[in-house]
Protein backbone atom coordinates (compact mmCIF):
# COMPACT_ATOMS: atom_id res chain seq x y z
CA UNK A 1 0.00 0.00 0.00
CA UNK A 2 3.14 2.15 0.53
CA UNK A 3 4.24 2.25 -2.93
CA UNK A 4 0.82 2.78 -4.18
CA UNK A 5 0.36 5.81 -2.08
CA UNK A 6 3.89 7.21 -3.29
CA UNK A 7 2.61 6.95 -6.75
CA UNK A 8 -0.47 8.46 -6.47
CA UNK A 9 1.47 11.45 -4.62
CA UNK A 10 4.24 11.59 -7.50
CA UNK A 11 1.91 11.62 -10.00
CA UNK A 12 -0.18 14.43 -8.31
CA UNK A 13 3.34 16.04 -8.02
CA UNK A 14 3.85 15.79 -11.35
CA UNK A 15 1.34 17.87 -12.76
CA UNK A 16 2.47 20.93 -10.75
CA UNK A 17 6.79 20.75 -11.22
CA UNK A 18 6.94 19.09 -14.42
CA UNK A 19 3.88 19.98 -16.31
CA UNK A 20 5.18 23.57 -15.34
CA UNK A 21 8.51 23.25 -16.52
CA UNK A 22 7.14 21.88 -19.67
CA UNK A 23 4.60 24.96 -20.38
CA UNK A 24 7.68 27.39 -19.49
CA UNK A 25 9.28 25.57 -22.43
CA UNK A 26 6.73 25.90 -25.00
CA UNK A 27 6.19 29.96 -23.80
CA UNK A 28 2.43 30.41 -23.78
CA UNK A 29 0.99 33.73 -24.22
CA UNK A 30 -1.88 34.89 -22.52
CA UNK A 31 -2.65 37.85 -25.00
CA UNK A 32 -2.72 35.59 -28.20
CA UNK A 33 -5.69 34.85 -29.92
CA UNK A 34 -7.17 31.13 -30.10
CA UNK A 35 -8.80 29.46 -32.92
CA UNK A 36 -11.76 29.65 -30.77
CA UNK A 37 -12.60 32.77 -31.56
CA UNK A 38 -10.53 33.56 -34.52
CA UNK A 39 -11.87 30.55 -36.32
CA UNK A 40 -15.20 29.89 -34.75
CA UNK A 41 -17.69 28.09 -37.18
CA UNK A 42 -20.35 26.63 -34.18
CA UNK A 43 -19.45 23.22 -35.60
CA UNK A 44 -15.97 22.69 -34.79
CA UNK A 45 -14.53 25.82 -34.17
CA UNK A 46 -16.45 26.64 -30.51
CA UNK A 47 -15.37 28.09 -27.56
CA UNK A 48 -15.66 26.40 -23.88
CA UNK A 49 -14.90 26.65 -20.40
CA UNK A 50 -11.42 25.30 -19.40
CA UNK A 51 -13.26 22.61 -17.09
CA UNK A 52 -15.26 21.70 -19.91
CA UNK A 53 -12.27 20.67 -22.24
CA UNK A 54 -10.56 19.13 -19.73
CA UNK A 55 -13.84 16.70 -18.90
CA UNK A 56 -13.75 15.85 -22.54
CA UNK A 57 -10.24 15.29 -23.36
CA UNK A 58 -10.00 13.27 -20.09
CA UNK A 59 -13.20 11.23 -21.84
CA UNK A 60 -11.79 10.91 -25.09
CA UNK A 61 -8.43 9.34 -23.85
CA UNK A 62 -9.11 7.48 -21.24
CA UNK A 63 -10.78 4.43 -22.99
CA UNK A 64 -10.18 0.98 -22.29
CA UNK A 65 -6.71 1.59 -22.47
CA UNK A 66 -6.04 2.66 -18.72
CA UNK A 67 -8.30 0.04 -17.26
CA UNK A 68 -7.98 -2.82 -20.02
CA UNK A 69 -4.23 -2.45 -20.52
CA UNK A 70 -3.17 -1.58 -16.85
CA UNK A 71 -4.79 -4.81 -15.75
CA UNK A 72 -2.84 -6.88 -18.62
CA UNK A 73 -0.02 -4.88 -17.18
CA UNK A 74 0.16 -5.18 -14.15
CA UNK A 75 0.86 -9.20 -14.70
CA UNK A 76 4.56 -8.43 -15.02
CA UNK A 77 4.36 -7.61 -11.96
CA UNK A 78 5.14 -4.07 -9.51
CA UNK A 79 7.23 -3.01 -12.54
CA UNK A 80 4.13 -2.01 -14.08
CA UNK A 81 3.78 0.56 -11.72
CA UNK A 82 6.94 2.62 -12.46
CA UNK A 83 5.99 2.95 -15.97
CA UNK A 84 2.88 3.80 -15.18
CA UNK A 85 4.01 7.08 -12.91
CA UNK A 86 7.12 7.59 -14.77
CA UNK A 87 5.75 6.78 -18.28
CA UNK A 88 2.59 9.63 -17.27
CA UNK A 89 4.50 12.23 -16.07
CA UNK A 90 7.85 12.22 -18.83
CA UNK A 91 5.74 10.44 -21.80
CA UNK A 92 2.49 10.90 -22.01
CA UNK A 93 1.86 13.86 -20.69
CA UNK A 94 4.75 16.20 -22.63
CA UNK A 95 3.52 14.00 -25.48
CA UNK A 96 -0.10 15.48 -24.56
CA UNK A 97 1.05 19.20 -23.67
CA UNK A 98 3.00 19.92 -26.64
CA UNK A 99 0.61 18.13 -29.29
CA UNK A 100 -1.76 20.10 -28.43
CA UNK A 101 -0.55 23.46 -28.18
CA UNK A 102 1.13 22.71 -31.47
CA UNK A 103 -2.47 22.75 -32.87
CA UNK A 104 -3.74 25.83 -30.78
CA UNK A 105 -0.61 27.91 -32.67
CA UNK A 106 -1.69 26.20 -35.86
CA UNK A 107 -5.28 27.25 -36.18
CA UNK A 108 -6.37 23.70 -34.41
CA UNK A 109 -4.44 21.74 -37.29
CA UNK A 110 -5.14 17.83 -37.02
CA UNK A 111 -2.17 15.46 -36.09
CA UNK A 112 -0.93 14.59 -39.85
CA UNK A 113 -0.89 18.28 -40.63
CA UNK A 114 1.22 19.21 -37.36
CA UNK A 115 3.38 16.27 -37.77
CA UNK A 116 4.02 16.85 -42.11
CA UNK A 117 4.84 20.47 -41.04
CA UNK A 118 7.59 19.22 -38.86
CA UNK A 119 8.87 15.75 -40.52
CA UNK A 120 8.12 16.67 -44.23
CA UNK A 121 5.68 16.02 -46.78
CA UNK A 122 6.50 12.41 -46.98
CA UNK A 123 5.58 11.79 -43.07
CA UNK A 124 2.67 14.32 -43.65
CA UNK A 125 1.20 12.04 -46.42
CA UNK A 126 2.28 8.58 -44.21
CA UNK A 127 0.51 10.13 -41.03
CA UNK A 128 -2.95 11.16 -42.83
CA UNK A 129 -3.32 7.21 -44.27
CA UNK A 130 -1.45 6.18 -40.61
CA UNK A 131 -3.54 7.84 -37.91
CA UNK A 132 -6.73 7.71 -40.07
CA UNK A 133 -7.10 4.05 -40.00
CA UNK A 134 -5.68 3.90 -36.56
CA UNK A 135 -8.88 6.21 -35.48
CA UNK A 136 -11.34 3.85 -37.52
CA UNK A 137 -9.25 0.66 -35.44
CA UNK A 138 -10.08 2.54 -32.03
CA UNK A 139 -13.52 3.52 -33.64
CA UNK A 140 -13.95 0.01 -34.39
CA UNK A 141 -11.96 -1.28 -30.99
CA UNK A 142 -14.33 0.44 -28.97
CA UNK A 143 -17.73 -0.07 -29.87
CA UNK A 144 -17.25 -4.06 -29.99
CA UNK A 145 -15.69 -3.29 -26.22
CA UNK A 146 -18.76 -1.56 -24.38
CA UNK A 147 -21.07 -3.09 -26.50
CA UNK A 148 -20.07 -6.49 -24.83
CA UNK A 149 -19.92 -5.08 -21.19
CA UNK A 150 -23.48 -3.67 -22.06
CA UNK A 151 -24.77 -6.87 -22.90
CA UNK A 152 -23.20 -8.77 -19.76
CA UNK A 153 -25.30 -6.35 -17.91
CA UNK A 154 -28.13 -6.94 -19.53
CA UNK A 155 -28.02 -10.84 -20.17
CA UNK A 156 -31.14 -11.82 -21.50
CA UNK A 157 -32.78 -9.07 -22.46
CA UNK A 158 -30.52 -7.03 -25.15
CA UNK A 159 -28.25 -8.94 -27.19
CA UNK A 160 -24.55 -7.98 -28.58
CA UNK A 161 -26.09 -7.12 -31.70
CA UNK A 162 -28.16 -4.81 -30.46
CA UNK A 163 -25.88 -2.81 -27.73
CA UNK A 164 -23.47 -2.79 -31.11
CA UNK A 165 -25.96 -1.31 -33.30
CA UNK A 166 -27.05 1.33 -30.73
CA UNK A 167 -23.55 2.41 -29.87
CA UNK A 168 -22.64 2.56 -33.62
CA UNK A 169 -25.68 4.96 -33.74
CA UNK A 170 -24.52 7.04 -31.30
CA UNK A 171 -20.90 6.99 -32.45
CA UNK A 172 -22.88 8.66 -35.88
CA UNK A 173 -24.52 11.01 -34.40
CA UNK A 174 -21.32 12.65 -32.48
CA UNK A 175 -19.12 12.41 -35.56
CA UNK A 176 -21.24 14.66 -37.49
CA UNK A 177 -23.75 16.88 -34.53
CA UNK A 178 -21.59 20.60 -33.43
CA UNK A 179 -19.72 19.44 -30.85
CA UNK A 180 -21.51 21.64 -28.17
CA UNK A 181 -24.51 19.80 -29.06
CA UNK A 182 -24.16 16.33 -27.76
CA UNK A 183 -20.36 15.84 -27.15
CA UNK A 184 -20.27 19.16 -24.86
CA UNK A 185 -23.68 18.13 -22.71
CA UNK A 186 -23.30 14.48 -22.24
CA UNK A 187 -20.28 13.84 -21.22
CA UNK A 188 -20.56 15.55 -17.59
CA UNK A 189 -22.26 12.54 -17.18
CA UNK A 190 -20.35 10.16 -18.66
CA UNK A 191 -17.74 11.92 -16.51
CA UNK A 192 -19.98 11.49 -13.65
CA UNK A 193 -20.00 7.90 -13.64
CA UNK A 194 -16.53 7.55 -14.90
CA UNK A 195 -15.22 9.54 -11.58
CA UNK A 196 -17.62 7.52 -9.49
CA UNK A 197 -15.87 4.70 -10.63
CA UNK A 198 -12.54 5.78 -10.00
CA UNK A 199 -13.19 6.81 -6.64
CA UNK A 200 -15.16 3.59 -5.43
CA UNK A 201 -12.74 1.16 -6.52
CA UNK A 202 -10.07 3.64 -4.77
CA UNK A 203 -11.70 3.53 -1.34
CA UNK A 204 -12.15 -0.10 -1.72
CA UNK A 205 -8.56 -0.39 -1.96
CA UNK A 206 -8.19 1.41 1.71
CA UNK A 207 -11.65 -0.16 3.05
CA UNK A 208 -10.46 -3.84 2.25
CA UNK A 209 -6.89 -3.49 3.36
CA UNK A 210 -6.15 -4.46 -0.29
CA UNK A 211 -2.71 -6.68 -0.39
CA UNK A 212 -0.91 -4.13 -3.40
CA UNK A 213 2.46 -5.32 -4.09
CA UNK A 214 4.98 -3.32 -2.81
CA UNK A 215 7.92 -2.43 -5.11
CA UNK A 216 10.38 -3.32 -2.58
CA UNK A 217 9.30 -7.08 -3.70
CA UNK A 218 11.35 -6.80 -6.77
CA UNK A 219 10.68 -5.50 -10.17
CA UNK A 220 11.39 -9.12 -11.49
CA UNK A 221 8.91 -10.45 -14.45
CA UNK A 222 6.38 -12.26 -13.37
CA UNK A 223 4.25 -12.52 -16.60
CA UNK A 224 2.86 -16.14 -16.48
CA UNK A 225 3.99 -16.65 -20.24
CA UNK A 226 7.14 -15.73 -19.92
CA UNK A 227 6.58 -12.42 -22.15
CA UNK A 228 10.20 -9.69 -21.93
CA UNK A 229 8.91 -6.69 -19.86
CA UNK A 230 10.70 -4.97 -22.38
CA UNK A 231 9.06 -4.05 -24.50
CA UNK A 232 5.86 -5.99 -23.71
CA UNK A 233 4.45 -3.95 -20.92
CA UNK A 234 5.34 -0.93 -22.80
CA UNK A 235 3.32 -1.68 -25.30
CA UNK A 236 0.34 -3.36 -22.69
CA UNK A 237 -0.11 0.01 -20.67
CA UNK A 238 -0.41 2.64 -23.46
CA UNK A 239 -3.44 4.74 -22.69
CA UNK A 240 -2.06 4.65 -18.85
CA UNK A 241 1.12 6.17 -19.37
CA UNK A 242 1.94 7.37 -23.22
CA UNK A 243 -0.60 6.98 -25.94
CA UNK A 244 -0.61 8.33 -29.76
CA UNK A 245 -4.04 8.18 -29.83
CA UNK A 246 -3.89 11.39 -27.78
CA UNK A 247 -2.73 13.66 -29.88
CA UNK A 248 -5.25 12.76 -32.69
CA UNK A 249 -7.64 14.01 -29.31
CA UNK A 250 -6.17 17.08 -28.50
CA UNK A 251 -6.76 19.43 -31.80
CA UNK A 252 -10.39 19.14 -31.14
CA UNK A 253 -10.01 20.58 -27.71
CA UNK A 254 -7.30 22.89 -29.28
CA UNK A 255 -10.20 24.15 -31.33
CA UNK A 256 -12.07 25.25 -28.20
CA UNK A 257 -9.37 26.46 -25.89
CA UNK A 258 -10.10 30.19 -24.98
CA UNK A 259 -6.67 30.40 -24.01
CA UNK A 260 -3.78 29.53 -23.87
CA UNK A 261 -3.10 29.73 -20.07
CA UNK A 262 -5.40 26.90 -19.83
CA UNK A 263 -3.60 24.07 -21.63
CA UNK A 264 -1.39 22.87 -18.65
CA UNK A 265 -4.78 21.75 -17.15
CA UNK A 266 -6.39 20.84 -20.23
CA UNK A 267 -3.96 18.40 -21.89
CA UNK A 268 -1.14 17.58 -19.03
CA UNK A 269 -3.77 17.59 -16.20
CA UNK A 270 -5.98 15.37 -18.53
CA UNK A 271 -3.02 12.40 -18.87
CA UNK A 272 -2.08 12.86 -15.47
CA UNK A 273 -6.10 12.05 -14.33
CA UNK A 274 -5.47 9.15 -16.69
CA UNK A 275 -2.33 7.96 -15.19
CA UNK A 276 -4.26 7.95 -11.97
CA UNK A 277 -6.51 6.01 -12.84
CA UNK A 278 -4.34 3.09 -14.77
CA UNK A 279 -2.66 2.92 -11.59
CA UNK A 280 -5.89 2.40 -9.28
CA UNK A 281 -7.10 -0.72 -11.78
CA UNK A 282 -3.35 -1.80 -12.11
CA UNK A 283 -3.34 -1.95 -8.09
CA UNK A 284 -7.17 -3.37 -7.58
CA UNK A 285 -6.34 -6.42 -10.21
CA UNK A 286 -3.16 -7.07 -8.27
CA UNK A 287 -4.51 -7.38 -4.67
CA UNK A 288 -8.39 -8.07 -5.20
CA UNK A 289 -6.57 -11.94 -6.40
CA UNK A 290 -4.76 -11.98 -3.44
CA UNK A 291 -1.24 -11.15 -5.21
CA UNK A 292 -0.35 -10.75 -8.79
CA UNK A 293 -0.24 -14.56 -8.75
CA UNK A 294 -3.80 -14.92 -7.64
CA UNK A 295 -4.72 -12.55 -11.23
CA UNK A 296 -2.47 -14.33 -12.88
CA UNK A 297 -4.76 -18.03 -11.88
CA UNK A 298 -7.92 -16.38 -12.32
CA UNK A 299 -7.41 -15.22 -16.32
CA UNK A 300 -5.88 -18.39 -17.09
CA UNK A 301 -9.62 -20.36 -15.49
CA UNK A 302 -11.33 -18.03 -17.87
CA UNK A 303 -12.83 -19.58 -21.25
CA UNK A 304 -10.49 -19.38 -24.24
CA UNK A 305 -10.77 -16.05 -26.08
CA UNK A 306 -12.79 -14.31 -23.16
CA UNK A 307 -12.24 -10.63 -22.34
CA UNK A 308 -9.64 -10.96 -19.84
CA UNK A 309 -9.98 -7.23 -18.74
CA UNK A 310 -13.72 -7.26 -18.71
CA UNK A 311 -14.26 -9.90 -16.92
CA UNK A 312 -11.49 -8.47 -14.25
CA UNK A 313 -13.58 -5.15 -13.77
CA UNK A 314 -16.83 -7.28 -13.60
CA UNK A 315 -15.85 -8.96 -10.49
CA UNK A 316 -13.74 -6.33 -8.82
CA UNK A 317 -16.80 -3.95 -9.10
CA UNK A 318 -19.48 -6.13 -7.67
CA UNK A 319 -17.48 -7.57 -5.21
CA UNK A 320 -16.03 -4.25 -3.45
CA UNK A 321 -19.25 -2.09 -4.52
CA UNK A 322 -21.68 -4.38 -4.70
CA UNK A 323 -25.15 -4.89 -7.35
CA UNK A 324 -25.60 -0.86 -7.55
CA UNK A 325 -22.44 0.18 -7.16
CA UNK A 326 -21.42 -2.33 -9.70
CA UNK A 327 -23.48 -1.27 -12.18
CA UNK A 328 -22.24 2.35 -11.72
CA UNK A 329 -18.90 1.51 -11.97
CA UNK A 330 -18.86 -0.80 -15.04
CA UNK A 331 -20.85 2.60 -16.54
CA UNK A 332 -18.15 4.13 -15.63
CA UNK A 333 -15.92 1.57 -17.80
CA UNK A 334 -18.11 1.54 -20.55
CA UNK A 335 -18.78 5.32 -20.84
CA UNK A 336 -14.59 5.71 -21.05
CA UNK A 337 -14.26 3.56 -24.31
CA UNK A 338 -17.66 4.94 -25.77
CA UNK A 339 -16.20 8.57 -25.27
CA UNK A 340 -13.19 7.97 -26.96
CA UNK A 341 -14.83 5.93 -29.86
CA UNK A 342 -16.73 8.70 -30.88
CA UNK A 343 -14.60 11.58 -30.62
CA UNK A 344 -12.35 8.93 -32.57
CA UNK A 345 -14.57 8.82 -35.71
CA UNK A 346 -14.93 12.90 -35.29
CA UNK A 347 -11.02 12.90 -35.62
CA UNK A 348 -11.17 10.87 -38.27
CA UNK A 349 -13.69 13.22 -40.15
CA UNK A 350 -11.56 16.52 -39.18
CA UNK A 351 -8.30 14.48 -40.77
CA UNK A 352 -9.94 13.43 -44.18
CA UNK A 353 -11.39 17.22 -43.91
CA UNK A 354 -8.12 18.84 -43.64
CA UNK A 355 -6.68 16.65 -46.22
CA UNK A 356 -8.79 17.35 -49.03
CA UNK A 357 -9.56 20.78 -47.76
CA UNK A 358 -13.42 20.45 -47.67
CA UNK A 359 -15.56 22.86 -45.18
CA UNK A 360 -17.61 21.20 -42.29
CA UNK A 361 -20.05 23.83 -41.92
CA UNK A 362 -22.46 21.78 -43.48
CA UNK A 363 -24.13 18.61 -42.80
CA UNK A 364 -24.15 17.39 -46.16
CA UNK A 365 -20.45 17.69 -46.59
CA UNK A 366 -19.75 16.41 -43.06
CA UNK A 367 -22.02 13.20 -44.44
CA UNK A 368 -19.63 13.44 -47.44
CA UNK A 369 -16.49 12.92 -45.29
CA UNK A 370 -17.61 10.28 -42.92
CA UNK A 371 -20.23 8.05 -44.77
CA UNK A 372 -16.77 5.94 -46.35
CA UNK A 373 -15.57 6.43 -42.86
CA UNK A 374 -18.34 4.47 -40.93
CA UNK A 375 -18.54 1.81 -43.95
CA UNK A 376 -15.24 0.87 -42.79
CA UNK A 377 -15.26 1.10 -39.44
CA UNK A 378 -18.82 -1.39 -39.88
CA UNK A 379 -16.47 -3.83 -41.95
CA UNK A 380 -13.90 -4.07 -39.41
CA UNK A 381 -16.13 -3.92 -36.56
CA UNK A 382 -18.21 -7.60 -37.67
CA UNK A 383 -15.15 -9.45 -39.59
CA UNK A 384 -12.01 -8.89 -37.49
CA UNK A 385 -12.31 -10.82 -33.86
CA UNK A 386 -11.66 -8.10 -30.69
CA UNK A 387 -8.72 -9.78 -29.62
CA UNK A 388 -6.95 -9.28 -32.78
CA UNK A 389 -8.06 -5.93 -33.48
CA UNK A 390 -6.88 -4.83 -29.54
CA UNK A 391 -3.48 -6.38 -30.89
CA UNK A 392 -2.93 -4.18 -33.68
CA UNK A 393 -4.37 -0.88 -32.23
CA UNK A 394 -1.84 -1.15 -29.64
CA UNK A 395 1.08 -1.33 -31.48
CA UNK A 396 -0.30 1.33 -33.70
CA UNK A 397 -0.68 3.77 -31.20
CA UNK A 398 2.22 3.40 -29.51
CA UNK A 399 4.21 3.87 -32.97
CA UNK A 400 2.10 7.23 -33.63
CA UNK A 401 3.17 8.34 -30.42
CA UNK A 402 6.84 8.01 -31.26
CA UNK A 403 6.45 10.02 -34.91
CA UNK A 404 4.36 12.89 -32.41
CA UNK A 405 7.42 12.74 -30.07
CA UNK A 406 9.97 13.51 -33.06
CA UNK A 407 7.59 16.33 -34.17
CA UNK A 408 7.36 17.89 -30.80
CA UNK A 409 11.11 17.74 -30.82
CA UNK A 410 11.87 18.77 -34.18
CA UNK A 411 9.66 21.64 -33.48
CA UNK A 412 11.30 22.61 -30.16
CA UNK A 413 14.94 21.95 -32.13
CA UNK A 414 13.72 25.01 -34.60
CA UNK A 415 12.11 27.26 -31.93
CA UNK A 416 15.22 27.19 -30.58
CA UNK A 417 13.82 25.59 -27.32
CA UNK A 418 14.64 22.58 -24.68
CA UNK A 419 14.16 19.76 -26.89
CA UNK A 420 15.09 17.28 -24.58
CA UNK A 421 12.27 17.00 -22.71
CA UNK A 422 10.85 15.46 -25.58
CA UNK A 423 14.21 13.84 -27.33
CA UNK A 424 14.22 11.52 -24.50
CA UNK A 425 10.85 9.90 -24.36
CA UNK A 426 10.99 9.81 -28.19
CA UNK A 427 14.40 7.80 -28.39
CA UNK A 428 12.97 5.63 -26.08
CA UNK A 429 9.65 4.95 -27.57
CA UNK A 430 11.50 4.48 -30.62
CA UNK A 431 13.46 1.69 -29.08
CA UNK A 432 10.06 0.16 -27.68
CA UNK A 433 7.87 0.05 -30.73
CA UNK A 434 11.02 -1.21 -33.01
CA UNK A 435 11.77 -3.82 -30.65
CA UNK A 436 7.88 -5.02 -30.02
CA UNK A 437 7.15 -5.51 -33.73
CA UNK A 438 10.10 -7.38 -34.47
CA UNK A 439 9.23 -10.12 -31.05
CA UNK A 440 5.61 -10.05 -31.22
CA UNK A 441 3.65 -12.80 -32.54
CA UNK A 442 1.65 -10.19 -34.64
CA UNK A 443 5.31 -8.56 -36.18
CA UNK A 444 8.03 -10.55 -37.24
CA UNK A 445 8.33 -12.99 -34.21
CA UNK A 446 12.56 -13.04 -34.10
CA UNK A 447 14.36 -13.71 -31.38
CA UNK A 448 14.72 -11.75 -27.90
CA UNK A 449 18.67 -10.94 -28.70
CA UNK A 450 17.75 -10.13 -32.37
CA UNK A 451 14.95 -7.85 -31.68
CA UNK A 452 16.53 -5.91 -29.13
CA UNK A 453 19.75 -5.59 -31.15
CA UNK A 454 17.57 -4.29 -34.36
CA UNK A 455 15.56 -2.31 -32.06
CA UNK A 456 18.92 -0.88 -30.45
CA UNK A 457 19.76 -0.17 -33.80
CA UNK A 458 16.86 1.58 -35.64
CA UNK A 459 17.34 3.61 -32.27
CA UNK A 460 20.91 4.63 -32.59
CA UNK A 461 20.07 6.04 -36.15
CA UNK A 462 17.33 8.28 -35.77
CA UNK A 463 19.32 9.69 -33.35
CA UNK A 464 22.13 10.32 -35.99
CA UNK A 465 19.39 11.35 -37.93
CA UNK A 466 18.24 13.99 -35.66
CA UNK A 467 21.60 15.09 -34.17
CA UNK A 468 22.26 15.66 -38.37
CA UNK A 469 18.96 17.77 -38.41
CA UNK A 470 19.70 19.72 -35.44
CA UNK A 471 23.52 20.64 -36.93
CA UNK A 472 21.48 21.70 -40.14
CA UNK A 473 19.26 24.31 -38.34
CA UNK A 474 21.99 25.40 -35.75
CA UNK A 475 24.03 26.18 -39.24
CA UNK A 476 21.12 27.91 -40.40
CA UNK A 477 20.56 30.48 -37.70
CA UNK A 478 24.39 31.34 -37.42
CA UNK A 479 24.57 31.83 -40.81
CA UNK A 480 21.69 34.41 -40.65
CA UNK A 481 23.37 36.03 -37.80
Not at 24 to 53: C, E, L, N
Not at 208 to 233: C, K, R, V, W, Y
Not at 267 to 273: P, R, S
Request: glycine share 8%; net charge positive.
Amino acid sequence: MISFCVALAVLVAGYFIYGKFAERIFGIDKHRQTPAYSMTDSVDYVPMSWWRIFLIQFLNIAGLGPVFGAIMGIMFGPAAFLWIVFGTIFGGAVHDYFSGMMSVRSKGASLPELNGKELGLAAKQFMRIFSLLLMILVGAVFISGPAGLLAGMTAGYVSVFWWTVIVFAYYILATLLPIDKLIGRIYPLFGAALLFMAAGILISLFANDAPIPELTSGLANQHPDGLPIFPMMFVSIACGAISGFHATQSPMMARCLKNEKYGRRCFYGAMVAEGVLALIWAAAAASFFGSVDGLQRYAASLPPNSNTGAEVVNIISKTWLGTLGGALALLGVVAAPITSGDTALRSARLIVADFLHVSQHKLTKRLFVALPIFALTFVILFFIPFNVLWRYFAWCNQTLAVFTLWAITVYLCRSGKNYFISLVPALFMTAVTSTYIFTAPEGFGLSAFVSNMSGFAITVCTGIMFVYYRNRIQNKLQNRS
